[in-house]
Structure formats: C-alpha cells, structure tokens
C-alpha cells in the first residue's frame, strides 16, 4: 500500500444541510477536500462539525444536499458499501476480538482470502508500530495503542477517504501529540484524503492542510493554518483560532486608539463607540519605561524562545504579550511599562 | 473512639451470626435432613440408594426427563432468537418503542396463569395446540420479563452504538454486525438469559397442569403421592439439579465477562 499504488479520491459536499427537529446542526456546507489533503473542521461542540463527518461516512442522512466521491453521488450508497475508514473518539475496537482480527475484520467482510489478508494486518501492524501487540485483546492495551489499532483498522480497508472523529480527545496529553503526529505521518505516507473534525485548534493547525472553521452549522472560514491565524475573517474565527487580546477602547470613524497609536479597523467599518480589538499577544510590545508607562507587569513566564509577559493597563484591562527570551529578560513583575501594538489593521468586535 | 470501633466490630459480628443462624436452620438444615433421609432404608434401618433406584424405575421418570429438557432446550434458543435481535434494534434505534416493549415484557409477571394460559392457548394456532410444542410458547413468554432485563443491561454495559457504527462502516452488514461484534460483545448476558429461560421451563408447574400436559414437575407430583421416601429423593434430586444449573449460569456469565474485558 504505497503512495504509487492507489489513486487518492476526491470529497465534494455541496449544500449539505441536516435538521433534527427543529434544531438545525448543519446549514449548507460546501467543501471540497482534494486529493490527498488533510482538511480539519474545527469548532465548539454543537458547530456541527461532527454531523458533517457522519453525513460522509453515511452514517447520518442529509436532509438536503448532495455528496460526491470522485465525482460520484454517495447519497444513497449504505454505509458498509462506502468504503471510508472512520477512526472514533471512543476508538470503538471490538472486545472480543485481538489487534490482529480487529484489523482484518473489514477485510472478512470484503471476502478478502486469509493469505491476503494475513500479508495487510502484518503491513499495518507495521505501519502503527504495533506488531508485538498482534495477539492482545483491546482491555490490554492503553489507549494511545488502542487509538493506533483503530487507525490500522480503518486503513487496512484501504478507505477512498479517511474519517477521524475527534480522535485524539480521550487521549492524556503526551500520547495526543505523539499519536496526532503519526496520525498526519501516515496520512501522507500513503496521500490518503481525509476529514478531521475537532475542537482542539491546536490539534487542527498542526496537522492539517487547511482548517475549516465552523459555527451554528455554517463555514465560517477555510483556509490554509497560516491565513486562518494572520487574517480571520471574522472576530469568532479570530477568537476560536490561537490566543486572543481583547482590549477595550474607543473606535472613531474607521480607526481605534490602541495605546496611543491610531490604527485602521479591518472589519465593521464606520463603527463608534466602545469596542475590543482583537490583538494577538505575539503583536504587542512591551517595553521598559524610565516614567511612568501605559501598564505594569504582572507576571513573566520564560516557555524557551519566547517568553509570555502578563501586564494590566492603567485602565484596569489584563493584556497578554509574546516576546522572544531575550528581549524581555530585563522585565519584571511589578515594574512600569509601555505596551505598542505593531499592526497596522485590526478586528474590532462590538462590546 | 476505640469502644465505638468495638461496638460497631461487635455489631457487626452479632449480625453475621445471627444471619448465618437463620439461614442454616431454615436453609442448610432442611437440605441435609431430607438429604439424609432420601438415603434411608424403607423402616428406618440403615441407608442405601433404593429410594434412588425406585426413582429410576418409576414409568414416564425418563420420559418426563425428556420432554422438560427437550422444551425447556427450545424455549431458551426461541426466546434468545426473539429478544437479542429486538433489544438490539430497540437499544440502537430511538428509545420510543423501548417503554412498550418493556410493559408488554413484564406483563408475564402480572397477568394470573389462569388467564395466561387460558388465553394465550386460544390465540395459538390450533395445530399448535394439540402438541406439547405450545408449552414452548408459553415458556417464552414467562421468560420475557427476565431475558428483558439481563439482555438489556448486557447491551447497556458496551458501547452498542459505536461498535456497530465502526462495524458498519468497516464494510459489514447487519448480520454480520450482530453475529460477530454484538452476540460475542454481550455473551454473557446471552447466556444468562439462556439459562433463566431454560432453568423457568424446566421448573414450570402451573401452565402446563392446567393444560394437561405431562413434564417433569407434573410427574413429579403424581409420582411423589405413592412414596414418601421416594418423594424425598425426588426433591432432593430437583434441589442438586437446580444448584448445579445455577453454578453453570454463574461459571458462564463470568467466563463472558472476561472475555468483554474492564475497560469499555
């Protein structure tokens, strides 16, 4: 199972919309995951993210809307007639059966005859290290191996499309980096197309190619991890994606004051009136002052290369700031400061 | 706070006793004397195993063993190809219909046997009605409020939906999900309701008296006016049968659990 020797498919949803009742959890998603790629849906729960992900592996239905594998109409075809490996939060691995017949049970139901099938579970025990493991049973193993045997699982099938359901949250925090990067390792190894919903945004801007952001059933925004962060489109966008100031001040016509400085309002032109703008902390920066400054510090904490530095301004408003180390050494808890913010355009959102 | 401790230690030492006391004389003691009674030689000199042996010579001993088996056997596989595939729907679809089910399920336990067997006789097809088959019916439906509980706990106990959500989406069809992930999953539960059935049927004296048909609880009623010592090996007898089932549910149920593991 090599990246030469499968043609790697195509996911199209269009208008894809579903009701429950009254309540609708998803609102006319469009989305196109091409070839290979790996397109995360990120958001709060209830976003509907995770009715989007049941809808394509057909375990859900549409209430109106269409979905295409590689061009074909997958509305109708049944769920065990898609052919999508869908890994779970819950890794859902069947109790009664070890690693290695949980790996190949896709593969019995394909008919797929015991030499064959013999030569795929040793390649993906391979592929997820696991291969001392063939004969446990899933209460043996922890929950990282369990999550790794669920991902051979759905790839032994060899999936047009790779499905994974939030599955890095019942995972403790070492074993989720280290399971979402072999995740993403696989995943281009073999240049499968696959669809990952989560809530986690740092999850979401590692791994993936691009990052869907959604909210109330809708796309708020997709885009590739570096746009998403540098240019949301919308405050909630910006607030969902990485840290977020929000700091109050005074919008006139199509600027703020921040700190002093004048600067142009990207969004919600013409606003007046109080507003937070929405500032990243790596955007601020704090500075020494012989006088009196526009803040105080807080506290510093030293991560390694950079440094986060917590002051409160004079009007009370707690501002989070990013510098490199060795810049800020010289800033204490307690001490006066001046805060700049090095943008020339910001996101207000109204208060 | 040492004396507090005594007491209570005290207390608790009493309780054990006095239920250990209560449950010898009017448990333990009962089984032993009638035990050794069975063992008595007709007059009261000495033991052997006659009353055994008259036991096994009794006409229709054998035959009733059959029959209770043969149904009972039946009414366990009938009642276990009934419920595990409605509990299965019924746990996996909405709850909606779950309620109702769970009524009509207890009904057994409340409607009088009279009723019971009266009315459901004449629902049944008569050439149904003319075979001791229709006891088997019977026997499924004084089973349902018990293989109701044991299988719905059982598929409580996994995570139903996703395993057959991983199931389905692995490429199997609904038979192949509940033969191969669901009845291995919920094993235990199956068995159990298994033998509850099995163990109800073969026990069952009211239904099939009222019917005229002849079991092995039947027999032994007519069987034990002729002689009372044979009537205590009779008891004795069912007793061992009915513990040594109970040890094999208990053995089964286990061995299931294991096999599901802890940690789902």
């Given at each position: 199972m090599n990246k030469k020797d499968r043609v790697s498919s195509t996911l199209e949803l269009r208008g894809v919309s579903r009701n429950f009742g009254p309540v609708t959890a998803l609102d006319g998603l469009d989305l196109v995951v091409a070839p290979g790629e790996l397109v995360a849906l990120l958001g709060p729960s209830g976003c509907g993210k995770t009715t989007a992900l049941r809808i394509v592996a057909g375990l859900e239905v549409a209430t109106s809307g269409e979905l295409f594998v590689n061009g074909e109409r997958y509305n109708e075809v049944a769920a065990n007639a898609r052919d999508m490996g869908m890994v779970f939060q819950s890794y859902s691995l069947f109790p009664n059966l070890n690693v290695s017949e949980n790996i190949e049970y896709g593969l019995r139901a394909r008919k797929i005859g015991s030499a064959?099938?013999?030569?795929?579970?040793?390649?993906?025990?391979?592929?997820?290290?696991?291969?001392?493991?063939?004969?446990?049973f899933p209460h043996q193993l922890s929950g990282g191996q369990q999550q790794r045997v669920a991902l051979a699982r759905a790839l032994a099938i060899e999936p047009r499309v790779l499905l994974l359901d939030e599955p890095l949250s019942a995972l403790d925090a070492q074993v989720r980096s280290q399971i979402r990067d072999e995740i993403r390792r696989i995943q281009l190894e073999l240049g499968i197309t696959t669809l990952f919903v989560t809530h986690d945004q740092e999850e979401a801007l590692t791994i993936s190619d691009r990052v869907g952001v959604m909210s109330n059933g809708r796309l708020e925004q997709i885009d590739i991890p570096d746009v998403l962060y540098n240019n949301p489109v919308s405050t909630f966008v910006a607030n969902f994606v990485g840290t977020m100031n929000h700091i109050p001040t005074i919008a006139s016509g199509d600027t703020v004051d921040i700190f002093g400085k004048k600067i142009r309002v990207k969004n919600s032109k013409g606003v007046n009136g109080s507003v937070s703008a929405l500032v990243r902390p790596e955007s601020i920066e704090v500075t020494r002052t012989s006088g009196s400054g526009n803040a105080k510090i807080?506290?510093?904490?030293?991560?390694?290369?950079?440094?986060?530095?917590?002051?409160?301004?004079?009007?009370?408003?707690?501002?989070?700031?990013?510098?490199?180390?060795?810049?800020?050494?010289?800033?204490?808890?307690?001490?006066?400061?001046?805060?700049?913010v090095t943008l020339n355009e910001v996101l207000v959102s109204h208060v | 706070m040492a004396s507090n401790l005594r007491n209570s230690s005290l207390q608790k030492w009493s309780i054990i006793i006095f239920a250990s006391l209560l449950g010898f004389t009017l448990f333990i003691l009962p089984v032993i004397a009638s035990s050794i009674y069975s063992f008595q030689k007709p007059g009261g000199k000495g033991y052997s195993f006659i009353s055994y042996t008259w036991l096994l010579h009794q006409a229709g001993f054998f035959p009733s063993v059959g029959t209770s088996l043969k149904l009972a056997v039946l009414a366990g596989i009938l009642n276990i190809s009934l419920m595990v595939p409605t509990m299965v729907y019924l746990n996996f679809t909405g709850q909606k219909l779950k309620p109702l089910v769970d009524f009509i399920c207890i009904l057994p336990l409340v409607i009088p046997v009279v009723s019971l067997a009266i009315g459901a006789q004449n629902a049944m097809p008569s050439f149904l009605q003319n075979t001791q088959y229709e006891l088997v019916f019977f026997f499924v439906i004084i089973g349902l409020p018990f293989t109701y509980r044991t299988l719905d706990t059982a598929l409580q106990a996994i995570s139903l939906k996703t395993l057959v959500e991983?199931?389905?989406?692995?490429?199997?069809?609904?038979?192949?999900?509940?033969?191969?992930?669901?009845?291995?999953?919920?094993?235990?539960?199956?068995?159990?309701?298994?033998?509850?059935?099995?163990?109800?049927?073969?026990?069952?004296?009211?239904?099939?008296?009222?019917?005229?048909?002849?079991?092995?609880?039947?027999?032994?009623?007519?069987?034990?006016?002729?002689?009372?010592?044979?009537?205590?090996?009779?008891?004795?007898?069912?007793?061992?049968?009915?513990?040594?089932?109970?040890?094999?549910?208990?053995?089964?149920?286990?061995?299931?659990?294991?096999?599901?593991?802890?940690?789902?």
């Open positions: 064959q099938r013999a030569k795929r579970v040793a390649e993906m025990l391979e592929l997820v290290a696991l291969e001392s493991k063939a004969k446990s807080i506290t510093r904490s030293f991560l390694g290369a950079s440094s986060q530095i917590i002051c409160q301004t004079a009007e009370g408003a707690v501002i989070q700031a990013l510098m490199p180390s060795h810049e800020s050494g010289d800033l204490h808890p307690g001490e006066d400061v001046t805060l700049n | 991983a199931s389905r989406s692995l490429g199997a069809s609904w038979i192949r999900t509940i033969i191969r992930v669901i009845v291995p999953a919920i094993r235990g539960g199956i068995t159990g309701a298994l033998f509850l059935t099995f163990a109800l049927s073969i026990g069952e004296y009211t239904i099939t008296s009222l019917l005229h048909w002849e079991t092995f609880p039947t027999w032994t009623v007519v069987a034990s006016q002729q002689n009372i010592l044979g009537a205590i090996a009779l008891s004795v007898f069912s007793f061992v049968s009915a513990i040594a089932l109970l040890a094999t549910v208990a053995l089964f149920s286990k061995k299931g659990a294991r096999q599901v593991g802890v940690d789902q």
